[in-house]
Every structure is written in C-alpha cells, then in structure tokens.
C-alpha cells in the first residue's frame, strides 16, 4: 500500500490530484485512465505515462 508523503496539485480538477500523487509515489510508468479532459490530457505527466485503456491494451 502507498500512502503518498507529497501533495501534488497539478490536475485542472483537484480530485484527480491524488492518482497523481500515487503514481509519482509509487515509482510508476505509467497510468491508465478514462478521463479525458483532465488526466489524458496531461501525458505525459513527470515522465509517467497516461493512456486510455484501448491505448493501453494496444501497446506491446
């Protein structure tokens, strides 16, 4: 479990925030997420990639 130590507030909607937050945290690749007018809209993110699930499941 990852409970983040570093606020982030970088998302246009502030809830979305903390998935963020969880994958700077963690160390992530990246992210997968259906949300396209906030965090789609942000890849890549810190490095982090952020894919919707069709673009996920395409990549090899």
Same mark, same amino acid.
């Given at each position: 479990?990852?409970?983040?130590? +570093?606020?982030?507030?970088?998302?246009?909607?502030?809830?979305?925030?903390?998935?963020?937050?969880?994958?700077?945290?963690?160390? =992530? $690749?990246?992210? +997968?997420?259906?949300?396209?007018?906030?965090?789609?809209?942000?890849?890549?993110?810190?490095?982090?990639?952020?894919?919707?699930? =069709? $673009?996920?499941?395409?990549?090899?």
């Amino acid at each position: 479990m990852i409970e983040p130590t +570093v606020a982030v507030r970088e998302c246009r909607d502030p809830k979305d925030d903390k998935y963020l937050a969880l994958a700077a945290e963690g160390g =992530a $690749d990246g992210m +997968v997420s259906s949300d396209i007018r906030h965090l789609l809209s942000m890849h890549p993110w810190r490095g982090i990639s952020i894919l919707s699930p =069709a $673009d996920f499941l395409a990549t090899p």
